[in-house]
């Protein structure tokens, strides 16, 4: 079991900026890649970032590329969300999710958190 804790979500004026962090804890931490998602009011869940478990790779939906930036401490056993020049429409619940294996798939994943909201106000 890995549990998967997010904070850092808060209210934030367009333009602005937050740092989503997620803790996690139970098995190896370093076995597994890590994803972003988000969802907001009356939409689908949707893929926002996520990196391999060494963090030389990632990945990013369009609508973030070059604003958001993913990293992570595996002595920490933290994932990072790093969200800048946050838009009206970033507005959402912010998920970490944890995929077992080196890469990221998206096409499993293994473990959740209860998510942090991000609103952003215009």
């Known amino acids: 079991q890995v549990q998967l804790v997010e904070s850092g979500g808060g209210l934030v004026q367009a333009g602005g900026s937050l740092r989503l962090s997620c803790a996690a804890s139970g098995r190896t931490f370093s076995d597994y890649a890590m994803g972003w998602f988000r969802q907001a009011p009356g939409k689908e869940r949707e893929f926002v970032a996520a990196?391999?478990?060494?963090?030389?790779?990632?990945y990013y939906a369009d609508s973030v590329k070059g604003r958001f930036t993913i990293s992570r401490d595996n002595v920490k056993k933290a994932v990072y969300l790093q969200m800048n020049s946050l838009k009206p429409e970033d507005t959402a619940v912010y998920y970490c999710a944890a995929e077992y294996g080196s890469l990221w798939t998206g096409n499993s994943v293994d473990y959740w958190g209860k998510g942090t909201l991000v609103t952003v106000s215009s």
């Open positions: 990196i391999s478990w060494s963090g030389g790779i990632t």
